[in-house]
């Protein structure tokens, strides 16, 4: 395992920490803090451990770290939106999570490609890039899909408007996830 990856393991998993103790308000969840970015490198380790056998754990365990940071600025740029246009649901919220799904996804591209699948050529970028574009409009089809459906159900468990609205963003990462996975694995950054 290489330096980087134990550097942006520990970023990612104190910036998904720091997301949700923001989130959801609560003193106690402080101590994510400190559990989440050394979760994130033992979990990382055992997947490159396995990895030496077989290449696709450690690949997911990058895809992972790599699509929950896409994940909190898709979520924070959904929330900057929501903010300042005070649109928590309907069409303009799906309008808003497209946006902030797409802007995510185009900086995914380069650490998918780079570092997750490792794919150093450069031949053949734009084919490449059309392809990803493909299986990406195809995620953000499930992402906006299951995220509106449960934002447009209305808030449950008492939660305000803006919390339930990141809670729909939330419930389309993993569909999203294997979906985009399996496409840019099989389709896109095949060796």
């Known amino acids: 395992m290489k330096k980087s ?7 990612t998993g104190e910036i998904v920490a720091l997301y949700f103790i923001n989130l ?5 969840l402080w101590s994510l803090a400190i559990i989440f970015p050394l ?9 490159y451990l396995i990895g030496k056998k077989f290449l696709f754990i450690y690949q997911f365990a990058k895809f992972i770290l790599i699509g929950a940071l896409a994940t909190i600025f898709d979520l924070g740029v959904l929330s900057f939106f929501i903010k300042y246009a005070g649109v ?3 069409i303009n919220y799906s309008i808003f999570k497209g946006v902030s799904f797409i802007v ?3 900086a995914k591209y380069f650490a998918d490609k780079f570092w997750a699948f490792e794919k150093k050529e450069t031949t053949e970028a734009g084919k490449e890039f059309g392809k990803f574009f493909i299986v990406t409009m195809i995620g953000l089809g499930v992402n906006v899909g299951i995220a509106s459906v449960v934002v447009n159900m209305g808030p449950k468990f008492g939660m305000a408007l803006d919390t339930w609205a990141n809670i729909g963003g939330i419930a389309a990462v993993l569909p999203t996830f294997i979906w985009n996975f399996v496409g840019y694995k099989f389709l896109v950054f095949k060796k």
């Open 5 to 11: 990856d134990i550097i942006i393991a520990l970023a």
């Open 24 to 28: 959801f308000k609560m003193p106690v």
């Open 39 to 47: 979760l994130s490198v033992f979990c990382l380790w055992i997947a």
């Open 88 to 90: 928590e649901a309907g």
């Open 104 to 106: 995510a996804t185009i």
